[in-house]
């Protein structure tokens, strides 16, 4: 039976791909375009297409006046869903209309309308459950794994998908982007109506006018696009659900396997291991080039290349030392430049006591100071070096708290000797390394002998590349070593081999037969990657997963001891000198005893009182004079005898 193709997409269920469409009226673009912009515009009567994929490419929102807006996936506003009052009345129709695994956005919550009995329990009516899995059989049977909500303890129950029902969704609370409504909360044969969470900065030129003055609910109709392999052609077609043709499903009538296969390399690197090697048509390249070197881009523009194997392979990641825009680079072990060391800095001691190793001690110079309020640790001043090695850490305890304090155990470089000190690990400061080491590494070595992160510069290229993208970076930091999925791919005369990146490389290839030939004549070529900063960050979000987590970080007192005070240093009296009454007109001075009466204290007492009168306002200054020591002590104590009288 004939339908046009937005009929057969709406009806299309995406597990029962491919499906075999034939065109039963064309449509026929002006001046015969068979393709625009990368879709297909062309579509001749009696014409055969495999459908393999569909995929939403943009919404069209309708407010409640009928006015349509159209809105890309790359829409930056944040939308909450208007719950859907219709009920699903079986579990078997929420199946078929919900995308439903294991991922968060993907396990929808209902309500029940009636009581359910379960072997153990019961759902009540009104109890709302979540659905966290499903699995079907091939009989056309199998069931869905629930948990309800808003009981203790909780209740995990399976309902079969023949369960009959009222169920309706449940208020949802949580933002979703178009891109994340698009693939997990658009229910098929249903409308989404949503509401505008949040607007786009003003700035957004291109979106920030497209739902300005809306308010309210609005309907999202989805407008999805058909991925196709055309009888006679090699390439993907990309086909507008929209296009105004009528189409016939035949997949009964012809052979799936007749039309080419198109396989990403994911789907490569997953076929058995018994069929390779094989020999491969590229039928899609890669659209960006940047990152891919020159060498593997003339093995990429062959019509024809032979899958070896696939195979997991070792790779460096490493991004260069730099403040801003740093590039990220995958280093294969293959490499064969030379590393020479680089200075690390670390902000903490506890930084210090991670990267010391077994093979060697870690010299470093202070460049920030920091005062120790423990006891018995020291503290640091800008230009202390110390000598780190490998060793337990030591806890102390302040004489004030009760509290441990994890210390670090070095030595402190003074002039020819060595001091031991211990550091507290739990105050900020800041050290450089001193490098010593003036060796050349190759790209293992530097990994199996020295922790992560570690510093280096490429102080010899690798002469055979053409270009080595390392040599003009001034500074590498080597983070971990990572394994990730690569295929062998050689030309047809081999006389070139390639370790190709599954997971990077976006290629569309078709494998057409077996091949039985040599094993590699030259040596396989790896090359050094460069990534973007997306791709670094999921790495090391997936590399973090498998391994042991990190150390516990040290502990802090909650209250450190107070500091002891310091002893306030008696004043140095100054040398006394000769004052001459007149010698200064600004300001009179007091009158100087002379060197005849000197030894006569009662003299002495009342030039002074005469000199410099006692009041509130000021205390007795110290009286200039020449005189003997034991002349001056007794001076001292005179004017002490009248500061306690004051007081």
């Given at each position: 039976?004939?339908?046009?193709?937005?009929?057969?997409?709406?009806?299309?269920?995406?597990?029962?791909?491919?499906?075999?469409?034939?065109?039963?009226?064309?449509?026929?673009?002006?001046?015969?375009?068979?393709?625009?912009?990368?879709?297909?515009?062309?579509?001749?009567?009696?014409?055969?297409?495999?459908?393999?994929?569909?995929?939403?490419?943009?919404?069209?929102?309708?407010?409640?006046?009928?006015?349509?807006?159209?809105?890309?996936?790359?829409?930056?506003?944040?939308?909450?869903?208007?719950?859907?009052?219709?009920?699903?009345?079986?579990?078997?129709?929420?199946?078929?209309?919900?995308?439903?695994?294991?991922?968060?956005?993907?396990?929808?919550?209902?309500?029940?309308?009636?009581?359910?009995?379960?072997?153990?329990?019961?759902?009540?009516?009104?109890?709302?459950?979540?659905?966290?899995?499903?699995?079907?059989?091939?009989?056309?049977?199998?069931?869905?794994?629930?948990?309800?909500?808003?009981?203790?303890?909780?209740?995990?129950?399976?309902?079969?998908?023949?369960?009959?029902?009222?169920?309706?969704?449940?208020?949802?609370?949580?933002?979703?982007?178009?891109?994340?409504?698009?693939?997990?909360?658009?229910?098929?044969?249903?409308?989404?109506?949503?509401?505008?969470?949040?607007?786009?900065?003003?700035?957004?030129?291109?979106?920030?006018?497209?739902?300005?003055?809306?308010?309210?609910?609005?309907?999202?109709?989805?407008?999805?696009?058909?991925?196709?392999?055309?009888?006679?052609?090699?390439?993907?077609?990309?086909?507008?659900?929209?296009?105004?043709?009528?189409?016939?499903?035949?997949?009964?009538?012809?052979?799936?396997?007749?039309?080419?296969?198109?396989?990403?390399?994911?789907?490569?690197?997953?076929?058995?291991?018994?069929?390779?090697?094989?020999?491969?048509?590229?039928?899609?390249?890669?659209?960006?080039?940047?990152?891919?070197?020159?060498?593997?881009?003339?093995?990429?523009?062959?019509?024809?290349?032979?899958?070896?194997?696939?195979?997991?392979?070792?790779?460096?990641?490493?991004?260069?030392?730099?403040?801003?825009?740093?590039?990220?680079?995958?280093?294969?072990?293959?490499?064969?430049?030379?590393?020479?060391?680089?200075?690390?800095?670390?902000?903490?001691?506890?930084?210090?006591?991670?990267?010391?190793?077994?093979?060697?001690?870690?010299?470093?110079?202070?460049?920030?100071?920091?005062?120790?309020?423990?006891?018995?640790?020291?503290?640091?001043?800008?230009?202390?070096?110390?000598?780190?090695?490998?060793?337990?850490?030591?806890?102390?305890?302040?004489?004030?708290?009760?509290?441990?304090?994890?210390?670090?155990?070095c030595m402190k470089i003074k002039g020819k000797t060595h001091e031991s000190v211990h550091l507290p690990m739990c105050?900020?400061?800041?050290?450089?390394?001193?490098?010593?080491?003036?060796?050349?590494?190759?790209?293992?070595?530097?990994?199996?002998?020295?922790?992560?992160?570690?510093?280096?510069?490429?102080?010899?290229?690798?002469?055979?590349?053409?270009?080595?993208?390392?040599?003009?970076?001034?500074?590498?930091?080597?983070?971990?070593?990572?394994?990730?999925?690569?295929?062998?791919?050689?030309?047809?005369?081999?006389?070139?081999?390639?370790?190709?990146?599954?997971?990077?490389?976006?290629?569309?290839?078709?494998?057409?037969?077996?091949?039985?030939?040599?094993?590699?004549?030259?040596?396989?070529?790896?090359?050094?990657?460069?990534?973007?900063?997306?791709?670094?960050?999921?790495?090391?979000?997936?590399?973090?997963?498998?391994?042991?987590?990190?150390?516990?970080?040290?502990?802090?007192?909650?209250?450190?001891?107070?500091?002891?005070?310091?002893?306030?240093?008696?004043?140095?009296?100054?040398?006394?000198?000769?004052?001459?009454?007149?010698?200064?007109?600004?300001?009179?001075?007091?009158?100087?005893?002379?060197?005849?009466?000197?030894?006569?204290?009662?003299?002495?007492?009342?030039?002074?009182?005469?000199?410099?009168?006692?009041?509130?306002?000021?205390?007795?200054?110290?009286?200039?004079?020449?005189?003997?020591?034991?002349?001056?002590?007794?001076?001292?104590?005179?004017?002490?005898?009248?500061?306690?009288?004051?007081?």
């Amino acid at each position: 039976m004939a339908m046009t193709l937005t009929e057969f997409t709406r009806s299309l269920d995406p597990k029962t791909l491919p499906r075999i469409l034939q065109i039963q009226s064309g449509f026929y673009c002006q001046g015969a375009v068979y393709e625009l912009f990368g879709r297909e515009c062309c579509l001749s009567t009696g014409d055969l297409m495999k459908i393999i994929d569909i995929s939403i490419t943009k919404f069209i929102a309708y407010t409640a006046d009928a006015t349509e807006i159209k809105l890309p996936l790359e829409y930056p506003g944040l939308f909450r869903i208007v719950m859907d009052t219709q009920p699903y009345l079986s579990i078997q129709e929420i199946v078929d209309s919900l995308k439903i695994s294991s991922h968060r956005l993907g396990q929808p919550t209902f309500i029940s309308a009636d009581q359910i009995q379960l072997p153990q329990d019961s759902v009540k009516e009104g109890d709302s459950f979540q659905i966290t899995a499903v699995s079907e059989d091939d009989q056309g049977g199998g069931h869905v794994d629930c948990e309800l909500l808003h009981r203790e303890p909780k209740l995990s129950f399976r309902l079969d998908l023949s369960q009959q029902g009222r169920f309706t969704e449940c208020e949802d609370d949580q933002f979703y982007t178009l891109r994340e409504l698009a693939e997990w909360k658009i229910p098929k044969g249903r409308k989404r109506t949503v509401t505008a969470a949040n607007a786009p900065p003003t700035k957004d030129v291109l979106f920030a006018t497209q739902l300005e003055n809306m308010c309210g609910e609005l309907t999202l109709t989805p407008v999805y696009e058909l991925q196709a392999v055309m009888e006679f052609r090699k390439s993907i077609a990309l086909i507008p659900s929209n296009m105004d043709v009528e189409v016939m499903d035949v997949t009964e009538q012809f052979d799936v396997n007749t039309f080419i296969q198109p396989f990403s390399l994911q789907d490569v690197s997953q076929k058995p291991s018994e069929i390779f090697p094989m020999v491969a048509d590229i039928i899609e390249r890669p659209l960006a080039e940047r990152h891919i070197p020159e060498e593997l881009l003339n093995l990429i523009h062959s019509d024809q290349v032979i899958v070896h194997k696939a195979y997991e392979a070792k790779r460096t990641l490493a991004t260069e030392i730099r403040q801003e825009s740093a590039r990220h680079f995958l280093i294969p072990t293959t490499y064969k430049g030379r590393f020479k060391r680089r200075p690390r800095e670390f902000p903490t001691a506890y930084d210090l006591e991670q990267a010391c190793s077994d093979t060697e001690q870690l010299h470093v110079v202070a460049t920030r100071g920091f005062d120790s309020t423990y006891s018995g640790l020291a503290s640091v001043i800008a230009g202390d070096q110390f000598i780190v090695k490998k060793s337990k850490m030591k806890e102390l305890a302040g004489n004030e708290t009760r509290d441990a304090v994890d210390a670090l155990g070095c030595m402190k470089i003074k002039g020819k000797t060595h001091e031991s000190v211990h550091l507290p690990m739990c105050l900020d400061g800041g050290f450089m390394e001193v490098v010593h080491d003036k060796r050349q590494y190759s790209i293992d070595e530097v990994c199996n002998r020295f922790p992560f992160p570690f510093n280096v510069k490429v102080s010899v290229r690798d002469l055979s590349f053409k270009e080595d993208i390392l040599a003009s970076v001034p500074g590498l930091r080597i983070e971990e070593q990572i394994t990730d999925p690569y295929l062998l791919i050689s030309t047809v005369d081999l006389s070139s081999w390639w370790e190709v990146p599954v997971n990077r490389l976006h290629m569309t290839v078709h494998l057409e037969k077996s091949w039985t030939g040599g094993v590699p004549t030259t040596g396989v070529n790896s090359a050094v990657e460069e990534i973007p900063e997306d791709c670094y960050y999921t790495m090391r979000r997936y590399a973090f997963t498998t391994v042991m987590p990190p150390p516990r970080p040290p502990k802090k007192p909650k209250r450190p001891p107070a500091r002891p005070a310091k002893p306030q240093p008696i004043p140095r009296p100054e040398k006394p000198t000769n004052i001459s009454a007149s010698s200064s007109p600004k300001s009179p001075r007091p009158a100087v005893i002379s060197r005849d009466n000197s030894t006569d204290p009662s003299n002495s007492t009342a030039e002074n009182e005469r000199a410099v009168p006692l009041s509130p306002a000021t205390l007795p200054k110290p009286v200039l004079q020449k005189c003997k020591t034991h002349e001056f002590i007794h001076l001292l104590l005179q004017e002490d005898t009248a500061l306690r009288m004051y007081v």
